[in-house]
């Protein structure tokens, strides 16, 4: 079976250090793109949780900067824990379930939420 046509964002970080958590994925799933959700954050997340998030959206703002990007080979369970908050659609009908949907960071709320992502350097 063919891969789906997926852009791979090169030097791109693939994951935390240190952790089991994932920043891309390799290749594309032969079933199509798993569904970027809400997903909601508790009160009570671990400080590793977080500090992948802002890993994650420290990331993206270096790479990316304030433009609408391709999610390409991002990992749908990391944008997900984002997803309607800091990293928002870009475009409309978007379709949350394809490799090549546009998705912006929204600043104003990013660096709300996570202003060391905002950093020049950000230590893991």
């Known amino acids: 079976m063919a891969l789906p046509d997926m852009v791979k964002h090169r030097g791109f970080p693939s994951g935390l250090p240190g952790t089991g958590f994932q920043f891309t ?10 569904k970027i959700i809400r997903r909601e ?8 949780d977080v500090k992948a998030d802002t890993a994650f959206l420290h990331s993206l703002w270096h790479h990316f900067g304030d433009e609408p990007f391709e999610r390409g080979n991002l990992d749908a369970g990391r944008l997900s824990w984002l997803f309607g908050r800091e990293v928002i659609a870009a475009e409309d009908p978007f379709d949350p379930q394809s490799y090549e949907a546009l998705l912006q960071i929204n600043v104003e709320v990013a660096q709300a939420n996570y202003p060391e992502a905002f ?3 950000f230590e893991v």
């Open 25 to 34: 994925v390799r290749r594309a799933n032969p079933k199509g793109a798993t």
């Open 119 to 121: 950093e020049d350097v």
């Open 41 to 48: 954050r508790h009160a009570d997340r671990s400080p590793v």
